[in-house]
């Protein structure tokens, strides 16, 4: 193999690997996406387990007081669409059950006086 032919061979590598290290970058902002997604989502899957547990609990219990005293939970969905709402969760019907990141959402707040206005 002559000189020159070794150098054209070299080129041909190095730009191989200058491809290799694109595409491996790619692959490593992809993982890093899939990785903080797959975060989000197991915080997301607990804080629901969490809600899930306290909703049943809580459930029994006004099922219990209101057996036993025969009280009319005539309000309760609103106190509980509150409750998701302040605890992070939208509430309206463009967004609901996702988890809000930017502050408060001013459908679910519509939404929010709407009902109140409408149980007076």
Same mark, same amino acid.
């Given at each position: ?12 590598? =190095?730009? %191989? ?5 694109? $595409?491996? +970058?790619?692959?490593? #902002? @992809? ?12 915080? =997301?899957? %607990? ?5 899930? $547990?306290? +909703?049943?609990?809580? #459930? @029994? ?60």
């Amino acid at each position: 193999m002559d000189k020159q032919a070794i150098l054209s061979r070299m080129t041909q590598i =190095e730009d %191989q690997i200058g491809e290799l290290y694109k $595409e491996l +970058g790619g692959l490593k #902002a @992809q993982i890093v996406q899939m990785l903080e997604e797959n975060t989000r989502l197991a915080l =997301e899957n %607990q804080t629901l387990r969490e809600q899930l $547990e306290q +909703g049943n609990s809580h #459930a @029994q219990e006004s099922t219990e007081r209101d057996s036993s005293s025969g009280k009319d939970s005539s309000g309760e969905g609103h106190d509980n669409l509150a409750r998701l709402y302040n605890e992070g969760f939208h509430i309206c019907n463009v967004h609901y059950g996702s988890m809000r990141s930017n502050g408060d959402c001013l459908f679910c707040l519509s939404f929010l006086n709407k009902t109140s206005n409408d149980d007076k």
